[in-house]
């Protein structure tokens, strides 16, 4: 079966992890589910992505924001500066 193939019919071996594990545990309020979704997140290595993204993105703003000459840029580089890099 080729890659194309197992993408068109849903099946997720070719990232490199079975999707029933995270089928069977997002959403539930139980220790041990949340458990196995965070080990999957590590293993797929999306936060790093995530956090990848997050600086692509903080720049590619504040670049925007630079460029923009309808408002001051400290109203947009107030609120960037809130939610960039935030915690709960």
Same mark, same amino acid.
């Given at each position: 079966?080729?890659?194309?193939?197992?993408?068109?019919r849903t099946?997720?071996?070719?990232?490199g992890?079975?999707?029933?594990?995270?089928?069977?545990?997002?959403?539930?309020?139980d220790?041990?589910?949340?458990? +196995?979704v965070k080990?999957? &997140? /590590?293993?797929?290595?999306? =936060? +790093?992505?995530?956090?990848? &993204? /997050?600086?692509?993105?903080y =720049?590619?703003?504040k670049a925007?924001?630079?460029?923009?000459?309808?408002?001051p840029?400290?109203?947009?580089?107030?609120?960037?500066?809130?939610?960039?890099?935030?915690?709960?």
């Open positions: 079966m080729q890659l194309g193939d197992t993408i068109c099946r997720t071996a070719w990232l992890f079975d999707k029933h594990v995270l089928q069977a545990n997002y959403g539930k309020d220790e041990d589910a949340v458990a +196995a080990a999957l &997140y /590590e293993q797929l290595g999306l =936060e +790093a992505a995530f956090r990848e &993204y /997050e600086a692509e993105s =720049e590619r703003l925007m924001i630079h460029d923009q000459t309808l408002v840029p400290e109203v947009f580089t107030h609120l960037l500066d809130k939610i960039y890099k935030r915690q709960k």
